[in-house]
T-cell receptor, first 114, second 114 residues
């Protein structure tokens, strides 16, 4: 079974530029999560999708971050414009259902904002 | 609100030593509890989990017991190997919300020396 795929693995941009990350969850997984992991901290949930609908985006900085999952499969997370404090690893995770049995994580995208 | 606190790292041990990484949580109700591991350059992997009080999760020689009375979920291994060197994250999921959202501790780095 293929795992959660993410691309790119690394991205370096200047502040105020835009960037987009892509995630393809495990086949058949209805629930998709985006987490932000700042160096030295645990991951923090940004947004959760159930199929193509948003379940929780309470921690998403909506003035600069956006995410979509149009067909209920893969998802894109965008930052526009980026700030220095957005430097982090962006993790995508998926699960079959939105329950408490655990999630499967992708390798992450490491973003550096200069 | 819900939160997870882990012991500060890094933890440095010699091969075959006994490992304990402390984790305590604050939650309303009885959450599910998890340990995730992040090897260098890789994504988060679920190591073990427990969904109710007194449950013991175990995998690859690691164990953790859900202690409701002390709100703890300490990770233990009887004999560590160099290959266990990684960052370990304790996390909880609030079953009442039924979203599967994970709240992580800050992570504990384990270094095992030959």
């Amino acid at each position: 079974e293929a795992g959660v795929a993410q691309s790119p693995r690394y991205k370096i941009i200047e502040k105020r530029q835009s960037v987009a990350f892509w995630c393809n969850p495990i086949s058949g997984h209805a629930t998709l999560y985006w987490y932000q992991q700042i160096l030295g901290q645990g991951p923090k949930l940004l947004i959760q999708f159930q199929n193509n609908g948003v379940v929780d985006d309470s921690q998403l900085p909506k003035d600069r971050f956006s995410a979509e999952r149009l067909k209920g499969v893969d998802s894109t997370l965008k930052i526009q414009p980026a700030k220095l404090e957005d430097s982090a690893v962006y993790l995508c995770a998926s699960s079959p259902n939105p329950d408490s049995r655990g999630q499967y994580f992708g390798p992450g995208t490491r973003l550096t904002v200069l | 609100g819900n939160s997870v606190t882990q012991m500060e790292g890094p933890v440095t041990l010699s091969e075959e030593a006994f490992l304990t990484i402390n984790c305590t949580y604050t939650a309303t109700g009885y959450p599910s509890l998890f340990w995730y591991v992040q090897y260098p350059g890789e994504g988060l992997q679920l190591l073990l989990k427990a969904t109710k009080a007194d449950d013991k999760g175990s995998n690859k020689g690691f164990e953790a017991t859900y202690r409701k009375e002390t709100t703890s979920f300490h990770l233990e291994k009887g004999s560590v190997q160099v290959s266990d060197s990684a960052v370990y994250f304790c996390a909880l999921s609030d079953k009442r919300s039924n979203t599967g959202k994970l709240i992580f501790g800050q992570g504990t780095t384990l270094q095992v020396k030959p």
